[in-house]
Nanobody, 118 residues
Framework: QVQLVESGGGLVQPGGSLRLSCAASGSIFSINDMGWYRQAPGKQRELVARITSCGMTTYADSVKGRFTISRDNAKSTVYLQMNSLKPEDTAVYYC????????????WGQGTLVTVSS
């Protein structure tokens, strides 16, 4: 069984920073793209950032220059460094990955809550 486990969410003041981590575990042959999405109350889930297995990155316009996605392939882990956080960044953040076992799986984590408030 393959799973993604997120950590690092919490409460932070506007202007502060948080680092999210997401580790994949299970019978994994390889991992393609990994990414972070978020869902605020009453809104649809949206892409925050994605990173390919080769390290190419994509960001939502709303987080460019503030968030940085990275990955450690040896640890099957993706990170999201979030700086200059704003109240509108408040959401549940979900990790997603394309994982190859004996077949291709699109896997989601359980989500971690990020609250930006004074």
């Amino acid at each position: 069984q393959v799973q993604l486990v997120e950590s690092g969410g919490g409460l932070v003041q506007p202007g502060g920073s948080l680092r999210l981590s997401c580790a994949a575990s299970g019978s994994i042959f390889s991992i393609n793209d990994m990414g972070w999405y978020r869902q605020a109350p009453g809104k649809q889930r949206e892409l925050v950032a994605r990173i390919t297995s080769c390290g190419m990155t994509t960001y939502a316009d709303s987080v460019k220059g503030r968030f940085t996605i990275s990955r450690d392939n040896a640890k099957s882990t993706v990170y999201l460094q979030m700086n200059s956080l704003k109240p509108e960044d408040t959401a549940v953040y979900y990790c997603n990955a394309g994982i190859i076992t004996h077949r291709y799986l699109g896997v989601w984590g359980q989500g971690t809550l990020v609250t930006v408030s004074s």
